[in-house]
């Protein structure tokens, strides 16, 4: 088979895909013969991402903390692909930074509401028609921050060991059934989310120039769906060289 055609067949979904990890795994599982759905909230940026990448891509403008959102969007997916979604890739995120005692409570929850509460209502969302069929593959795009905490992590951290604990839960469940779960866990990816943090002028952060690109990510990603389907990564690691 060749490399064009690895995942061909596949109905991929992708959230945080107008930037960063999301927008690289569509670009790169699109490039390997999947159909992608992108979602995120940018309707104007992801509508242009979905256009370059032919008709294989569709935009599907969603935000994840909005329940009522989620669920119009499964109905979306549910008439685009009848059979289902057979790959979910939950990379959307947000990142702030800021001391406990300084946090307000509403960033917390939006927090929360984004890196956690989303991606467990998209799998509620999806999973069933992937047990049905008894094949899919669930990938939660984690952090070294879901096994390390830093100073100003408060609300990210709490919501990546979250994530962390969601997928080994989801492992357990899913063990025989068919349905694949992987972590992929990077260290600092050089995305736009931190264009407001400016690691470079901050003592103690990773220079920019020194974090994993968004593509090394997107090919880790790559990796563990096209391995043989009874073979399941249950997380990898993933750091700068």
């Not at 989303?118 to 799998?123: C, E, N, R, V």
Request: charged share 20%; hydrophobic share 50%.
């Amino acid at each position: 088979m060749s490399e064009s055609a690895a995942l061909a067949g596949a109905r991929a979904v992708i959230t945080g895909a107008s930037s960063g990890i999301g927008r690289a795994a569509a670009r790169r599982l699109a490039a390997l013969g999947a159909e992608v759905a992108l979602v995120a909230r940018r309707t104007d940026v992801l509508a242009r991402e979905a256009a370059a990448l032919g008709p294989c891509a569709v935009a599907l403008p969603c935000d994840l903390a909005d329940e009522r959102a989620v669920a119009a969007l499964a109905d979306a997916l549910q008439a685009r692909w009848p059979g289902g979604a057979t790959v979910l890739v939950n990379s959307a995120g947000l990142f702030p930074l800021a001391p406990v005692a300084e946090t307000p409570p509403e960033l917390f929850r939006a927090t929360l509401d984004t890196n956690l509460v989303g991606p467990f209502l998209l799998l509620r969302a999806l999973l069933p028609s992937m047990l049905a069929r008894r094949a899919g593959h669930v990938v939660t795009v984690g952090s070294v921050a879901d096994r390390h905490v830093f100073p100003e992590n408060g609300a990210y951290a709490a919501s990546k060991f979250g994530a962390r604990a969601l997928h080994e839960v989801l492992r357990a469940e899913l063990r025989g059934s068919g349905v694949r779960a992987t972590l992929v866990s990077p260290g600092p990816v050089d995305t736009p989310l931190w264009d407001a943090v400016d690691p470079d002028s901050r003592p103690g952060f990773t220079p920019r120039a020194a974090m994993l690109p968004a593509e090394a990510v997107a090919e880790a990603i790559a990796y563990v769906l096209t391995q043989p389907s009874r073979v399941n990564v249950d997380e990898l690691r993933l750091s700068a060289a």
